[in-house]
């Protein structure tokens, strides 16, 4: 089967063709980041603009890559939410319309699922069940995933995701929108021990996360240091980093301690951390159990997620589980959807 992907939830259009023998024929992101930098954070209205331009080049690009015109084309998935109102419209209408010219079905997917099973596109891939830490910029959530399409929640963060705060520490040392990037490789020459951050809800008990406690201390430290000179800045990127960390570590361990699983599944734009990646490998080590990232190039947003997402959900599940399958040219978004509600 072979499916194309589209995902337009927020500020890259992605577009990719999977194919369930063959693999990833064809994968291309274009990424706004330089567009929305200016405003130091996403404009939903230049966003949504931008896809439009995007979605059918990049469309015929994959095509053209993989050899393939529409009619080898046997499904279609797109992104149906969570994200942007406007930004998901412009994927779903694309997809609507491709399968409604084609007679081909398309799947409505949900983003974090397909971050969530985006390391399976990985080798060595896990087996199910697993723990899956999702560390994006708009969610940091931990789910227990017994199969295709079966998660539960087991916690997230009361307050600010992950990525965030990374954004919000970056923009305070003045690094520019995404900042997450451009704070880990700062953090690489900083010292860690040098600012004693907070680390909220470490000792919580549950599986539930906060992190803009953390933020406002960065805020607190920077007004108490006054002007920064880059050592500053990298200590400060390095002691910010080592307790965002240690939190993500720590609640990974205890949600695989409480469900007895010996995998995790890391995905989201956080989980190209490296010092996350490491410091998982390390403690996961120590406890006979694995972790497992999806390829640094499909970390942040991308249609090979969804593309595959698809793939999995139309040969896994019995036609009634699966989610909006349309044949008929209609479609919907959904802005607002939990994902242990699909
Ligand atoms: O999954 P993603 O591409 O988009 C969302 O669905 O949110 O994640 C983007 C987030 C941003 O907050 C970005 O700063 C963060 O992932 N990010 C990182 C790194 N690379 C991306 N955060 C920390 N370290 C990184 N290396
Ligand atoms: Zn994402």
Redesign the pocket.
């Known amino acids: 089967m072979r499916v194309l992907g589209i995902e337009s ?4 259009t992605g577009i990719a063709i999977y194919d369930t023998v063959h693999g990833l024929l064809a994968h291309h992101v274009h990424s706004q980041v330089a567009m929305h930098a200016a405003f130091g954070g996403v404009v939903p209205e230049l966003a949504s603009r931008d896809h439009i331009h995007r979605v059918i080049a990049l469309t015929e690009l994959a095509l053209k890559d993989s050899d393939c015109s529409l009619s080898d084309i046997d499904a279609i998935a797109v992104t149906e939410g969570p ?1 942007l109102g406007g930004a998901l419209l412009v994927g779903n209408a694309v997809g609507a319309a491709l399968g409604f010219a084609t007679s081909k079905p398309v799947i409505g997917i949900h ?2 699922e397909g ?1 969530l099973l985006s390391p399976l596109l990985a080798d060595p891939a896990p087996k199910f069940p697993f723990i899956a830490l999702l ?5 940091t959530q931990l789910m227990q995933v017994e199969q295709v399409g079966q998660y539960r929640l087991l916690g997230e963060t009361v307050d600010d ?4 705060a ?2 919000k520490t ?1 923009s305070l040392l003045g690094l520019g ?9 700062l953090a690489t020459t900083g010292n860690a021990t040098q600012f004693k951050l907070p680390r909220p809800m470490i000792h919580s008990g549950d599986l539930d996360f906060s992190f803009s406690g953390l933020k406002t201390a960065v805020v607190t430290l920077v007004k108490k240091l006054g002007e920064l000179d880059d050592r500053a800045k990298c200590d400060i990127a390095a002691s910010f ?1 080592a307790a965002i960390v240690d939190v993500l570590v720590t609640k990974s361990v205890a949600a695989l301690d409480q469900s007895g699983h010996k995998s995790l599944v890391v ?10 990646r490491q410091s998982l490998v390390l403690a996961l080590a120590a406890r006979g159990a694995t972790a497992y990232f999806p390829p640094l190039h499909l ?4 249609g090979a997620m969804i593309a595959f997402a698809g793939a999995l959900r139309l040969t896994a599940l019995s036609e009634a589980s699966q989610p909006s399958v349309s044949a008929n040219g209609a479609f919907r978004v959904r802005p607002r959807w939990p994902l242990a509600g699909i």
């Open positions: 939830s927020c500020d890259e994200g983003h974090l971050h560390v994006s910029g708009g969610h995701a992950a990525g965030e990374f954004d970056a929108y995404p900042g997450g990037p451009a704070l880990s490789r980093e995905a989201g734009g956080v989980g190209a951390n490296q010092r996350l970390c942040t947003d991308n």
